[in-house]
C-alpha cells in the first residue's frame, strides 16, 4: 500500500463489510497462509468495472485462489459474464477449482494451469476486460500478449503497478529489475495509450480502455 495513503485506504477497508461467507473464508485463507490476494479497497474498485463496463468475457493473470476470479464473476452474472484465469502454481489451481465450486460460479470459469508467458499466446478468443495481477516482472509480456486479445471498448485493469510505492521512493536493492522495468512500462503507457490512467490507491491500479474502432 502506498504510505501516504495508507490511512485512507485503511478507513475504506474499515467500512467494507463482506457478507458472502465463501469469499470471507477466502479472504481468512489468504492472510492465513499468506496468499496476496487483491485489497478490499481495490477489490471493490474492480468489482464496479467489470459492472460497469457490462463485462461479459474476462481474462485474468494470476489466479491465486479465485478470490478477485469470484468476486469478478458476480459482479457480471446479470450480464452472463466468464472469465478464463491462469495460475503457475498447480496447489493455488486446485484451491482456486474448489473455491470456485463452492462459490457456484464454477460452470462461467475456464482455468488454466502454467505459465502465462507462454499461455496467452495460445488463447485466441476476445476480452472485454483483462485483469493483470502475477509477477510484476513480466506485466509487459503478459500486456503485450493479452492486448491483441481485448475488445473494441474493452478495459485492462492492471493491479500493483507502482509496487509498494518503490517506483518513486527509496526500495531494497533485489528489486532494481522490477523497478526499473515497471517504471518502463507505465512510460510506454502513457506514451502508447491516450486512454491510460494510474491511480495512486491500493498499490496503484492501471487502467486502460481500448478505444472502440
Ligand atoms: C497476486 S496473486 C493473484 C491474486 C488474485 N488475482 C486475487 O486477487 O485473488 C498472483 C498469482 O499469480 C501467479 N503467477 C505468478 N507468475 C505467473 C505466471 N507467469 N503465470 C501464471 N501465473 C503466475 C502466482 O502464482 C500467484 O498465485
Not at 462461467?108 to 495481477?133: H, M, N, P, S
Not at 494510474?198 to 491500479?205: E, I, N, T
Amino acid at each position: 500500500m502506498l504510505d501516504e495513503l495508507k490511512s485512507a485506504n485503511e478507513y475504506i477497508i474499515g467500512k467494507i463489510k463482506e457478507g458472502n461467507p465463501v469469499i470471507l473464508e477466502m479472504e481468512a485463507f489468504a492472510e492465513e497462509h499468506n496468499v496476496p490476494i487483491v485489497t478490499k479497497e481495490v477489490a471493490k474498485y474492480l468489482e464496479f468495472m467489470v459492472d460497469i463496463n457490462e463485462t461479459t468475457n474476462i481474462l485474468e493473470v494470476g489466479t491465486a485462489i479465485g478470490y478477485s476470479g469470484t468476486l469478478m464473476l458476480n459482479a457480471c452474472e446479470k450480464y452472463g459474464g466468464r472469465l478464463t484465469t491462469l495460475e503457475i502454481d498447480e496447489e493455488r489451481y486446485k484451491q482456486a477449482k474448489e473455491n470456485f465450486e463452492r462459490a457456484g460460479v464454477s460452470e462461467r470459469v475456464t482455468q488454466i494451469l502454467g505459465d502465462a508467458t507462454e499461455e496467452i499466446e495460445k488463447l485466441d478468443e476476445k476480452y472485454d476486460f483483462i485483469f493483470i495481477d502475477a509477477s510484476k516482472g513480466q506485466y509487459r509480456k503478459f500486456f503485450d500478449d493479452s492486448y491483441k486479445l481485448l475488445a473494441d471498448g474493452g478495459m485492462v485493469f492492471i493491479d500493483n503497478i507502482m509496487f509498494r510505492g518503490y517506483l518513486y521512493k527509496e526500495y531494497p536493492k533485489r528489486f532494481k529489475t522490477i523497478v526499473r522495468k515497471l517504471d518502463e512500462f507505465i512510460d510506454y503507457l502513457y506514451a502508447e495509450h491516450p486512454r491510460f490512467t494510474l491511480m495512486p490507491f491500493g498499490d496503484g491500479v492501471g487502467l486502460l480502455r481500448r478505444e472502440k474502432s
